[in-house]
């Protein structure tokens, strides 16, 4: 991936401030001003004994995509067991105006990506390869604007390539070197369905060739949007391999199977609770309520729960709720 040029970097960061103070400036607009007080009938299970936050009024959000719905409701829930009164304010459009909430304090705190803090957040073009590394850099960093980053979960929704159980059991292709090695061997085989962004982004399609040394003809590669891609993949005919997120519930739903970036090339996009600092140094026993709840996310767990949602059609706060209650770290009252 090629290094940021400094003018293209100070563009960045200014067209990054400028979305900043509007998003601030519209936070009424999203949903911040009114919210809904979370009501459920939860005890402490394996988290939350003793109450710990009995008496406290925390607001938690998330942006509006599902995973990031669920993992709002999570974090609610979590503070409600603990004795907490919660207000959910989740749903906010975007990701810049869901950060801002939590760094104003319009909200507590909500489960953001280590990528999208380093990328999109704090202006940087080149991830850093180590996802535990990746985790303490935005930390480290984000302090200065009073945002404090709690360890990461293994749950790390970044890009992929998928292939149907067909096309997986015919090519043998388990990885991406692999994928590389069948383009030289059999060009014809690797056609690919792609979002529009995909193949324009350094951290898509044109860095993941060059990391991989694939040359791939522009004929073998089919644009389209996120949603046609998966049902292209699945029937298998229109193209061989397809982007994906990495914890879509449809990859389960539809049988995909998701190629191993074996070098390490996309950027690391690791769930981790992202806290307004005030809170944090109000309530610090957050952290630990939050740390066994987050260690147990991982990319199976987000494509069960992001498939209950827009596979099966169930209702976010519920999925998250069942989660939490089958994994014991709350009960029903």
Not at 9 to 32: I, W
Not at 36 to 56: H, Q
Not at 144 to 167: D, H, I
Not at 173 to 197: K, M
Request: some cysteine.
């Amino acid at each position: 991936m090629a290094a940021r040029r400094p003018r293209r970097r100070t563009a960045v960061v200014a067209l990054a401030g400028a979305l900043l103070v509007a998003a601030a400036a519209g936070l009424s607009g999203c949903g911040l001003v009114s919210g809904s007080p979370m009501a459920d009938d939860v005890t402490p299970g394996t988290v939350g004994r003793g109450l710990p936050l009995k008496g406290a009024r925390l607001t938690v959000t998330s942006k509006e995509f599902t995973e990031n719905l669920v993992l709002g409701q999570i974090m609610g829930l979590v503070f409600e067991a603990a004795g907490a009164t919660v207000v959910d304010r989740t749903n906010i459009q975007g990701t810049i105006g869901a950060r801002e909430a939590v760094r104003t304090g319009a909200a507590d705190g909500m489960y953001e990506y280590t990528g999208t803090g380093w990328i999109t957040h704090l202006g940087h073009e080149k991830p850093i390869a180590d996802p535990h590394e990746q985790w303490r850099a935005v930390r480290d960093e984000d302090r200065a604007n009073g945002l404090v980053w709690l360890p990461p979960s293994a749950l790390n929704n970044t890009y992929a390539l998928a292939l149907n159980a067909a096309n997986e059991k015919k090519y043998r292709v388990r990885t991406l070197s692999d994928l590389a090695a069948l383009l030289r061997r059999d060009p014809g085989a690797v056609t690919l369905c792609l979002e529009n962004e995909f193949v324009t982004r350094n951290d898509g399609l044109p860095g993941m060739a060059r990391a991989y040394g694939m040359t791939i003809p522009a004929g073998n590669i089919r644009k389209m949007s996120a949603g046609v891609v998966y049902t292209q993949v699945v029937r298998g005919t229109a193209c061989t391999f397809g982007e994906v997120y990495t914890t879509d519930g449809r990859i389960q739903a539809m049988g995909l199977t998701v190629l191993a970036d074996d070098r390490r090339f996309f950027p690391n996009y690791n769930a981790a609770p992202e806290m307004n600092a005030a809170t944090m140094r109000k309530y610090p026993q957050i952290a630990a309520l939050l740390a066994p709840v987050t260690k147990a996310l991982d990319n199976t767990v987000a494509r069960e729960l992001n498939r209950k949602v827009d596979v099966d059609g169930e209702d976010p706060h519920e999925v998250a709720k069942d989660w939490l209650l089958r994994e014991g770290f709350i009960k029903e009252g």
